[in-house]
């Protein structure tokens, strides 16, 4: 089984910048050169939508258009850690922030953290 821990959330003002960050732990899956980790986020009353995503392999990155520019997906490959750093943050960013991992790009997300609120004010 597979643990993924988020942290790094909280209360900011509009503008402002967080850093999130998301280990796991319990079962390797390095054996899998194909993974990838990946933050969703989920506000109250709406669908979870993606946010970014991260090969392990390779490091390339993803991002939905609506954070393009202002966050930046990163990973520690020694400590299996994920990092989602959020500049310039709005309002419309509020939600709690989920990571993720894919044991195959391309196939759904196999793992599933507990989240950590992110919470903008304007």
């Known amino acids: 089984q597979v643990q993924l821990v988020e942290s790094g959330g909280g209360l900011v003002q509009a503008g402002g910048s967080l850093r999130l960050s998301c280990t796991a732990s319990?079962?390797?899956?390095?054996?899998?050169?194909?993974?990838?980790m990946g933050w969703f986020r989920q506000a109250p009353g709406k669908e979870r939508e993606f946010v970014a995503r991260i090969r392990w392999s390779s490091g390339t990155t993803y991002y939905s258009d609506s954070v393009k520019g202002r966050f930046t997906i990163s990973r520690d490959n020694a400590k299996n850690t994920v990092f989602l750093q959020m500049n310039s943050l709005k309002p419309e960013d509020t939600a709690n922030y989920y990571c993720?991992?894919?044991?195959?790009?391309?196939?759904?997300?196999?793992?599933w953290g507990q989240g950590t609120q992110v919470t903008v004010s304007s």
């Open positions: 993720a991992v894919a044991l195959v790009v391309g196939k759904g997300y196999d793992y």
């Open positions: 319990g079962r390797t899956f390095t054996t899998y050169n194909n993974y990838a």
